[in-house]
Every structure is written in structure tokens, then in C-alpha cells.
């Protein structure tokens, strides 16, 4: 059972990569979970499984970000099991990469929705659920500094995500609720190693001064610092996790 004092976190699509390492991380810090997917329930299942049986609470909860009529319903099912809403990590997202010219108005448009779209609805549900000393973490991206090429569109969605973050954050002001991004560097996820050959990754860590790529526990742990008790008074922010690749 929750206890009335015991805060919730929504993460978004947490059925795997660095999602699913952040809902895990989060249950280990102490909150209850929502464990957020858009298909595969088999995988989300699998990670409430394993926050459980490591001691935590989780559930699992469908929803497709892009879809306003979901998120509300992610919201006030949330509010049913948990009682309440204290952080929303926006984390869900799709990646199609290819030369801007080359790029399919089915591959722009998906991302925008998911993405861009995806991570407005989520923003705008929390703006009525968050209490006092809330908080939002949206994921972006490091490619926004890097401009590799291949990834116009996919930064594109990013970009707005960024500039979403500050000015929701002033927007809030006066309720005490931080609203932040994360942007990882290239991370071992499932989403980043699909189509790439051993080379070209080898390449990419070549770029990371810490010489490797980044792992989806290396995001999750910024989360949990970012949401922690101790980093009250930042807000409003974009932080690079990527090994100073950026």
C-alpha cells in the first residue's frame, strides 16, 4: 500500500532504455512509479516486476503522449491509484534519422507528435495536477550542440522541447514547482545502437572525453540528483549529461 506521504513520479515511456532505468531509480529513491508505455505492456510489466520485487511501488499505465484524451487519463488514473502527483519525468520519445532532404513528412510528423507535441500535453496536464514543490523533467537531447548530421528533424522536436522548458517554469512561478530538462549525450539505449555498426560507434566515444557512451543508469542518476531535495534552486534549466561530449 502508498502511504499518504509517499510522493509519485510519472515517468513516460518506462517500459525500456533510459526510461525504465529512471523509473527504477526513482522507485529506489522511494517514490511510487508510474511506469508509463504506449505498447508494449509485456515490457512495462517486466519493470514494475522488478521495481517490486527490489522492495518499490510501481503500476503500469498506457497512454500514447501524442493523444491529449490519454495524457488526462494517465493524469486522473494516476490520481486514483497514487492519490497524487508530485514529478513528471517527460521522457518518452522516437527517433528517425536521415538527411533533411531525405526525410519523410510520416517520419517529421511522428516526432513532432511524440516528442514535441507529446511532451506539451504532459506539461500542460501537469500544470493542473502538480501541488507545491512539483517538478517536471523534460528529456532533450546533447545533438542539439553537436548538429550531427541525420538528425534535423529529431532535433527540431527537441529544440521546442527546450524552449518550452524556461518559459513553463516562469509560468509556474509563485507554486514553488521546478520545471527542468535533461539532455543526455549518446546513450546505449535500444532507440540510439538500432541501424549503427560497431564503428561508427566507436567514433562517437571517441568524442566523449570520459572515452565511452553513456549508459541509460548514467541519465537516470541525474534525474534522481535533479528531483532530490538538495538542488532546490535550480530551475528553468537545460542540463548536458553526456561526458562533455558538448
Known sequence: MKSATQKTAIVTGASRGIGAAIAKQLAHDGFAVIVNFARDVAAADAVVAQIKQAGGQAWAIQADMSDPEQ????????????????????????????????TTDAAFDAMIAINL???????????????EGGQ???LSTTALAVNFPGYAAYCASKAGVEAMTPIFAKELAGRKIRVNAIAPG???????????????????????????????????????????????????QVIRVNGGMA
Open 186 to 236: 549518446p546513450v546505449a539505449t535500444e532507440l540510439y545502437l538500432n541501424g549503427k555498426t560497431q564503428e561508427q560507434l566507436d567514433r562517437v566515444a571517441a568524442m566523449v572525453p570520459m572515452g565511452r557512451i553513456g549508459e541509460p543508469e548514467d541519465i537516470a542518476l541525474a534525474v534522481s540528483t535533479l528531483v532530490g531535495g538538495q538542488m532546490g534552486w535550480i530551475n528553468g
Open 136 to 138: 517536471i523533467v523534460n
Open 71 to 102: 495524457v488526462k487519463s494517465l493524469f486522473s488514473e494516476t490520481v486514483a491509484e497514487c492519490g497524487n502527483v508530485d514529478v513528471v519525468v517527460n521522457n518518452a520519445g522516437i527517433m528517425h534519422l536521415s538527411p533533411l532532404q531525405d
Open 117 to 131: 507535441k507529446g511532451v506539451f500535453n504532459m506539461m500542460r496536464e501537469a500544470g493542473h495536477h502538480l501541488g
